[in-house]
C-alpha cells in the first residue's frame, strides 16, 4: 500500500506544479495584456481552476503527510499507546467526513457535469469540479494508510502477522 500512496502522492504533487505554473503563466499573460490594452477573456478562468485544481491535489498530499490542518493539542499531552490510540480516532473521523464528501462531490460533480465555462464554452463545467472526488478519495485512501501504520505501533498488534515487516 505503501509504494501505491507514494505514486499517488508524487503524481499529485507534479500535476500541482503544473497546475501552478499554468497559473502564474495566465496571470503573468493577464496582466502584460491589460498592460497593452487587449482584452483576454480566458486567462482569468484558466488561472482561478488552475489554482483550485493545485490547492485541492496538495491538500490531499498534506493529509498524507499528516501536515493537515488538525486538532493536535491534545496528542502533545499524550505518548506511546494512548497517543496512537488518539491519532487513529483522529483519523477515523476524518476518514468518515472524506468518505462522505467524496459521496456528496460525486453527485455534484455529476450535476455541473455538462455546465460550460463563460469565456471558453467548449470546456466543460465538470472538469473542474472532477477534483474534488478525486481529492476526497485520495484522502480517504491516505487516512486508511495512515491509519494502518499508526496501528501496527499498537501492543495488541505486535505479534499479528500483516506486522511482520
Known sequence: MKILTNFIARLQISLGVLLLVIFLAATLIQVITRYLGISVLWTEEIAVNSFIWAMFLGTAVMVKENKHFGFDVLTHYFQGEKRSVLVIIQNLIMLIFCLFCSLYSIEITQAFWNSR?????????????????????????????????????????????????
Open 117 to 165: 465555462w463563460i469565456s471558453i464554452p467548449e470546456f466543460r463545467q465538470g472538469y473542474v469540479w472532477l477534483i474534488m472526488p478525486i481529492t476526497f478519495i485520495s484522502s480517504s485512501v491516505y487516512l486508511v494508510d495512515n491509519i494502518y501504520n499508526e496501528a501496527k505501533t499498537l501492543s495488541c498488534f505486535k505479534g499479528a502477522s500483516w506486522n511482520s515487516r
